[in-house]
């Protein structure tokens, strides 16, 4: 834990969360619900960067460079072609504030969207229209995202690689394993074996 201390005072706070209550949540969420605080950490790293208004979403390339016009003082958008389907981009967004990342997210919703949403990218699937206003507080979409994790867990007969993977990918199998590649490699850089 006191590495976790260390890691997240020296970023810069930029967000409505201190780095104490993001640290706080993930410490208190993965202890009540039996999860390594250090599985996810490096969850939170990878998916938000510990950008508690982190959301991103898949669509065409069209429809990502209207989304990248639309960045404005109040949202970062970046767009870039996703790894897995070249058909497909990835848009990340990272509002300002949490009421205006409520704001974007339920019209990305509306919209028909799949959307990765707060600290676990928690995808919306996983959340109904009415925990939107909650969705990106720390506590809260950790929780969820701790749910999730823990059904894959047992859905992947309890194997930490297969339980990783589901996370990222649900519950289809992929026939590979680079969303768990990727949280070793993290894991290990932050942690050591």
Same mark, same amino acid.
């Given at each position: 834990?006191?590495?976790?201390? @260390?890691?997240?005072?020296?970023?810069?706070?930029?967000?409505?969360? *201190?780095?104490?209550? @993001?640290?706080?949540?993930?410490?208190?969420?993965?202890?009540?619900?039996?999860?390594?605080?250090?599985?996810?950490?490096?969850?939170?790293?990878?998916?938000?960067?510990?950008?508690?208004?982190?959301?991103?979403?898949?669509?065409?390339?069209?429809?990502?460079?209207?989304?990248?016009?639309?960045?404005?003082?109040?949202?970062? @958008?970046?767009?870039?072609?996703?790894?897995?389907?070249?058909?497909?981009?990835?848009?990340?967004?990272?509002?300002?504030?949490?009421?205006?990342?409520?704001?974007?997210?339920?019209?990305?919703?509306?919209?028909?969207?799949?959307?990765?949403?707060?600290?676990?990218?928690?995808? *919306?699937?996983?959340?109904?229209?009415?925990? @939107?206003?909650?969705?990106?507080?720390?506590?809260?979409?950790?929780?969820?995202?701790?749910?999730?994790?823990?059904?894959?867990?047992?859905?992947?007969?309890?194997?930490?690689?297969?339980?990783?993977?589901?996370?990222?990918?649900?519950?289809?199998?992929?026939? *590979?394993?680079?969303?768990?590649?990727?949280?070793?490699?993290?894991?290990?850089?932050?942690?050591?074996?």
């Amino acid at each position: 834990m006191r590495i976790l201390a @260390i890691l997240l005072m020296s970023v810069v706070c930029i967000f409505g969360y *201190s780095h104490k209550d @993001i640290l706080n949540a993930i410490r208190d969420v993965a202890t009540n619900n039996g999860v390594s605080p250090r599985i996810l950490y490096t969850i939170v790293k990878i998916e938000s960067n510990f950008n508690p208004y982190s959301m991103s979403f898949l669509t065409n390339e069209e429809n990502a460079k209207y989304y990248k016009k639309l960045e404005n003082k109040n949202i970062h @958008i970046k767009i870039s072609p996703y790894s897995l389907n070249k058909n497909r981009w990835v848009v990340s967004m990272s509002p300002k504030d949490e009421r205006y990342a409520i704001a974007v997210l339920r019209q990305l919703i509306k919209s028909g969207f799949s959307v990765d949403a707060g600290l676990g990218q928690l995808n *919306s699937v996983n959340f109904e229209n009415h925990e @939107i206003d909650r969705i990106f507080n720390p506590t809260y979409n950790l929780t969820k995202c701790v749910g999730v994790l823990r059904k894959c867990f047992n859905a992947k007969n309890k194997n930490l690689q297969n339980t990783i993977e589901c996370y990222n990918y649900g519950m289809r199998n992929r026939g *590979s394993n680079p969303y768990y590649r990727r949280f070793y490699e993290h894991y290990q850089k932050e942690f050591g074996g």
